[in-house]
């Protein structure tokens, strides 16, 4: 059974740096094929992807927040990590980290099949 | 960016009638791999995404056979045959194919 969980603060100051991490069970990401993606998704709107990692440690980021974000993973925890820095208050969002999705047949397909419950973060000084 | 574009924004249905969400791309969806990562999740208030159908058409595990999806390129569609009332919130598109994955705006689905 594949579980995620995020955690970090609930409430951050403009300019601070967010630290948000995903701890997950069920999966590894030493497997061939799997990942671990960060969506947010700002109050009332669409959810929007922000960056995944890959079992080799390939890394993919959005182009408009690219420079913010940084994603890492620990395997040994069944960690993943989202730093981003200099918040703002339209960084105001639930996060979400979500699982690459697994097939039946064994095979991972992009998208996301899981996800964590979510953490919302106020930006507000 | 690859935009994703739904219709209907809300969609008011009678419980037992069937219910039909468009998507589409501002350009094609299909990958080198010959897939086209398109997928439909399903969100109550409160929750995070649930998934429902991958690669256009496949059905994620538990997801009951009255969710169908179809289409190719650029044009997709998400049926559902007879509505229920659990069958409530919002539902999205999402591309996978290229990165940054992008979602539509989002359907609101409500029983008339």
């Known amino acids: 059974q594949i579980t995620l969980k995020e955690s970090g603060p609930t409430l951050v100051k403009p300019t601070q740096t967010l630290t948000l991490t995903c701890t997950f069970s069920g999966f590894s990401l030493k497997t061939r094929g799997a990942g671990v993606g960060w969506v947010r998704q700002p109050p009332g709107k669409a959810p929007e992807f922000l960056a995944f990692?890959?079992?080799?440690?390939?890394?993919r980021y959005s182009p408009s927040l690219k420079s913010r974000l940084t994603i890492t993973k620990d395997t040994s925890k069944n960690q993943v990590v989202l730093v981003m820095t200099n918040m703002d208050p339209v960084d105001t969002a639930t996060y979400y980290c979500?699982?690459?999705?697994?097939?039946?047949?064994?095979?991972?397909?992009?998208?996301?099949?899981?996800w964590g419950q979510g953490a919302l973060v106020t930006v507000s000084s | 960016d690859i935009v994703m574009t739904q219709t209907p924004l809300s969609s008011p249905v009678a419980l037992g009638q069937p219910a039909s969400i468009s998507c589409r791309s501002n350009?094609?969806?299909?990958?080198?791999?010959?897939?086209?990562?398109l997928s439909w999740l399903h969100q109550r208030p409160g929750q995070p995404p649930r998934l429902l159908i991958y690669k256009t058409s496949t059905r994620f595990s538990g997801v009951p056979d009255r969710f169908s999806g179809s289409g190719a390129g650029t044009d997709f569609t998400l049926r559902i045959s007879r509505v229920e009332a659990e069958d409530v919130g919002v539902y999205y598109c999402?591309?996978?194919?290229?990165?940054?994955?992008?979602f539509g705006q989002g359907t609101k689905l409500e029983i008339k």
């Open positions: 990692i890959y079992w080799d440690d390939d890394k």
């Open positions: 999402m591309q996978a194919t290229t990165f940054p994955h992008t």
């Open positions: 350009q094609s969806i299909v990958h080198s791999d010959g897939n086209t990562y």
């Open positions: 979500a699982h690459r999705i697994l097939a039946s047949s064994g095979w991972h397909f992009n998208g996301f099949d899981y």
